[in-house]
């Protein structure tokens, strides 16, 4: 049993990211922009955001950070996307997600210009991914196909379990897999017999925030284990997948932490570095 090191492989695409920086701001061009927008003060997401400027300084990227109080308006976040939008220093925009109440999110998404959406939710990066041809790939679904191929785990022909759908990550992983040939099942909260599935499954996704819900009997000796859930049980952090009884059984499994959490802000990097050349090379 293999398990899957994400800090590492996370710290590689930074350092490609960064490589790539290097060469391309050598000949003075600027160097490329994330701006990244919290409303509120939700202590998880200010972490988040912390991190994300860590690693945007780790790259050579500039980040910009936009704070708005928890009582902004929809119109007030909207005027400063349009405002971001019509930069041309900025490359990419994320707003930090979730957002209050009184803001409706998926307007949000929608005011997004597409060729800065580093966070691929926008309507028209949504379509490109399931059409088969992405312009930027979502950070966290995008972070689980990385692992894969750093550990040369093949998806073509495999049965791939998504347990999860929802838009962020469990619709765009099953894309991602089924664009690379993998026999994708999406589980959701209505599956029924969720442990066949997953017995027959070669590589189960796990994103469904339920904490040990994939447990050793379910799994497939020398399955693919890769867990995208995290949710803080007693102040710990806690996966989908229950570690101590699949570890035994599982072919590669990813931990929690340092599993796939950390790709999903490398990938980030990745795609405002996309946007990047779009806008300036
Ligand atoms: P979400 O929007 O709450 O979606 C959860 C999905 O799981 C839904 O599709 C839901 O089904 C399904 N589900 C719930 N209970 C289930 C059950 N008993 N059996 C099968 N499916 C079930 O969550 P999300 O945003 O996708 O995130 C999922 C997890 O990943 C969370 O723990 C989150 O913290 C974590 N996450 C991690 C990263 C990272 O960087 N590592 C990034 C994003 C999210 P229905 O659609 O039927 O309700």
């Known amino acids: 049993m293999t398990v ?31 701006a990244v927008v919290l409303v509120g003060d939700d202590p998880a997401s200010q972490v988040y955001v912390r991190n994300k400027k860590k690693a945007c300084e780790l790259c050579g990227i500039t ?4 704070l708005l109080g928890g009582d902004a308006s929809e119109s007030e976040l909207l005027e400063l996307i349009n405002r971001l939008n019509s930069d041309p220093e900025v490359d990419g925009i994320l707003v930090q997600m979730p957002l209050p109440r009184q803001i409706d999110a998926s307007n949000v998404t929608k005011a997004i210009d597409p ?10 990066n949504v379509g490109k991914l399931f059409l088969g041809a992405p312009e930027f790939l979502p950070c966290t679904p995008a972070g689980v196909m990385r692992l894969l191929k750093e550990y040369g785990i093949e998806v073509c022909g495999k049965n791939c379990l998504v347990v999860g759908r929802s838009n ?21 909260s209505k599956t029924k017999d969720l442990k066949s599935l997953a017995q027959n499954a070669d590589i189960i996704v796990a994103a469904c925030g339920r904490p040990g819900m994939i447990a050793g009997d379910m ?14 049980v007693d102040g710990a952090l806690k996966g989908d997948v229950d570690f101590d009884s699949c570890a035994e059984k599982a072919g590669f499994i990813t931990p929690v932490p340092g599993g796939v959490g950390p790709m999903t802000i490398a990938m980030l990097m990745k795609n405002t570095l996309a946007a990047y050349k779009k806008h300036v090379c």
Do not use: Q
Not at 63 to 66: A, G, T
Not at 115 to 122: C, M, P, Q, R, Y
Not at 173 to 188: F, I, K, R, Y
């Open 4 to 34: 899957i090191d994400g800090k590492a492989v996370s710290a590689k695409v930074k350092t490609e990211v960064a490589e790539e920086i290097k060469v391309l701001c050598s000949g003075g061009k600027r160097a490329p922009s994330l």
């Open 63 to 66: 980040s910009l950070e936009y």
């Open 115 to 124: 060729s800065k959406d580093v966070d691929a939710f926008h309507p028209e």
């Open 168 to 188: 962020i990550v469990g619709k765009p992983m099953a894309a991602l897999l089924l664009a690379e040939n993998g026999t994708v099942t999406v589980a959701h």
């Open 219 to 232: 799994v497939k000796p020398g399955a693919v284990l890769i867990d995208v859930g995290i949710t803080r």
